[in-house]
Nanobody, 119 residues
Framework: QVQLVESGGGLVQPGGSLRLSCVSS????????MGWYRQAQGKQREWVAL???????SYGDSVKGRFTISRDNNKNTVYLQMNTLKPEDTAVYYC?????????????WGQGTQVTVSS
């Protein structure tokens, strides 16, 4: 069983930055892709950023140009650098590991880390 542990969330003012980390108990280079998702109160979970096994990345429209996903295979860690944060970025952020031939929903999830953007 793969365990994912997120950290780095917190309270930040609008325009500020945070870096989230997700440490996997298993080597991450064996997964099809790693991703960050978020769920705001009363809303459905949405994808934020994805990084594939060969290194390519994708971003949701609402975070494009502000967030950067990266990975360190040696540390089994995925990062999400979040800049120019907005109040609408407030949510619980989840890390996901998606096996080959699977789907995010059937992959592995962390417990989530709260990000609150407020003055």
């Amino acid at each position: 069983q793969v365990q994912l542990v997120e950290s780095g969330g917190g309270l930040v003012q609008p325009g500020g930055s945070l870096r989230l980390s997700c440490v996997s108990s298993q080597s991450i280079d064996g997964f099809y892709r790693m991703g960050w998702y978020r769920q705001a109160q009363g809303k459905q979970r949405e994808w934020v950023a994805l990084i594939y096994s060969l290194g390519s990345t994708s971003y949701g429209d609402s975070v494009k140009g502000r967030f950067t996903i990266s990975r360190d295979n040696n540390k089994n860690t995925v990062y999400l650098q979040m800049n120019t944060l907005k109040p609408e970025d407030t949510a619980v952020y989840y890390c996901n590991a998606e096996p080959h031939g699977s789907s995010p929903e059937l992959g592995y999830w962390g417990q989530g880390t709260q990000v609150t953007v407020s003055s």
